[in-house]
Each structure stands twice: as structure tokens, then as C-alpha cells.
């Protein structure tokens, strides 16, 4: 079996060289990134009670599954963390590995799957962002990142609900009309809803820990959390 979705990889490799851009084809991402980061932050230091201030994450070990070009994985390793990105798309981690290499961040970069992930170690940390939506089977994604992660280590997952509203603002709004993203980018098919994902992820040992609601206010150009579910969401989920 494979999570890889070919026609997904060819979408996102097609656009790899504008990861870095804010004003590309990944601004939404660009926007999107502060409160992700924030969330994973604190979240991480809340669950292994860290309290390093200069070097937040110091020493924990992060996947980052589906990096693309590493717009989450370099603001880890910045504060500390130890970071291995991966991506099914050569393009992406080529384009991620020369922008580490320009910053000098020492992040490992493969291109690969997590079923055909060869390393022994198990993180503390995985990171499933905006991808679950893009992947060939769901569940066998998830049963292959959960064996990834260590015995009480953390899970994250941000995607969008499988909803009449997340089809309006996700693909006709920001596709369509506002253009934030090429059209085609998503498949209203392929969207997950919470408590679905909530299943799966126990039936592979990962009790939910909290799911939010990511809101953009189109009047002051920011994210927020919020607890509406209904388009974007992001959820933490511990490892029994």
C-alpha cells in the first residue's frame, strides 16, 4: 500500500519553486503560518513541560510530515528542536534543503512517505499539516505516522472539515473568487471531518487532546483560533 497520491505530488511539485514567496502561490500558507506555529509551540511546551526560554523546544525531536518547502520545519529548528521534514515530492525537498542550507539550519530532509520512512528512532513530535487532505488513504497514512511517534508523544493535525460552508469558502471563495490558491488545489472529496479523524486516530492509539477552529478576518488580514470547525481546524492528539 502507498499514501502517496500521485496526481497530488504532481499538483504541488508543479509550484515547488514558489514555496518561499509570501506573495506566490503559498501566501495563503504564508498567513496562515504564525498561528500554527504558535499553537505548536505552546502546545509542545505545555505537554513536556519545557522551560527553556531562549531555546523553546530544545531537544525535542519533530517530524515534519509533507514539508513542502519547510515553512514549519526551519521556524522549529529555530527554537531548538531537532527536525526531520519529509515530502513525497523530490521537487519540494530540493527547494526546503537549499533554503536550510542558504540559513544554515542543520534540518534533515528526505523525500519519502511515512510507511517507507527508514529510521529507528520514534519523535516526540509529528506534524500533519494541511496534508491528510491530500493523501491516497487516510488511514493508513495515519496508522503509518502513529508508529512514528513515541509513547506519549504529540500529534498534529490541521486540515478542513468536510462541510457545505468549507466548500464555499475553501474552494469557491479562495480558489474562485479571491484566487488565494491555483484552482484545482483542493478536493471538497477529500476533506476530513473531526470527529472522523478523531476515530481513526484512536483506533492507532491517539486520544484528542483538543480540537480549534482556524477563523481569517478578512478586516485585519490575520488567522485566529476560534471554535468554529466548520472550514479549517486544528487538533493535538497524545499517544497512549
Known amino acids: 500500500m502507498s ?8 499538483k504541488f511539485s508543479k509550484m515547488a519553486a514558489e514555496w518561499w514567496d509570501p506573495n506566490g502561490k503559498f501566501k495563503p ?16 511546551i505545555s505537554n513536556f513541560k519545557l522551560k527553556n526560554r531562549r531555546n523553546p523546544l530544545k531537544k525535542i525531536e519533530i517530524l515534519d510530515i509533507g514539508c513542502g518547502g519547510g515553512l514549519l520545519s526551519e521556524p522549529m529548528f529555530r527554537m531548538g528542536a531537532n527536525v526531520t521534514g519529509i515530502d ?14 542558504k540559513n544554515n539550519l542543520n534540518i534533515k530532509y528526505l523525500c519519502t512517505s511515512p510507511e ?3 529510521i529507528k ?15 491516497e488513504d487516510v488511514n493508513y497514512f495515519l496508522k503509518s505516522s502513529s508508529k ?10 490541521a486540515t478542513i472539515n468536510k462541510t457545505l460552508k468549507s466548500y464555499i469558502f475553501a474552494i469557491i ?3 474562485y473568487v479571491l484566487g488565494w490558491l491555483p484552482i484545482g488545489t483542493h478536493e471538497w472529496e477529500k476533506f476530513v471531518k473531526p470527529e472522523y479523524l478523531e476515530k481513526i486516530l484512536k483506533k492507532h492509539n491517539l486520544n484528542s487532546k483538543g480540537i480549534d477552529g482556524m477563523n481569517f478576518n478578512i478586516l485585519t488580514d490575520e488567522w485566529s483560533l476560534s471554535k468554529d470547525l466548520s472550514v479549517n481546524y486544528i487538533g493535538k492528539f497524545l499517544k497512549n
Open 173 to 175: 471563495g479562495a480558489e
Open 3 to 10: 499514501s502517496v497520491n500521485k496526481k497530488e505530488i504532481e
Open 121 to 135: 528512532k520514534k519523535f516526540d513530535v509529528i506534524l500533519n499539516m494541511e496534508i491528510v487532505e491530500h493523501v
Open 148 to 157: 512514528l511517534l513515541k509513547k506519549n508523544g504529540l500529534m498534529f493535525v
Open 29 to 44: 500558507l504564508h498567513k496562515f503560518n504564525p498561528i500554527r506555529i504558535k499553537y505548536i509551540k505552546e502546545n509542545i
Open 116 to 118: 517507507n520512512l527508514k
Open 88 to 101: 513525497a515530492s523530490d521537487k519540494n525537498i530540493k527547494i526546503a534543503k537549499l533554503h536550510a542550507q
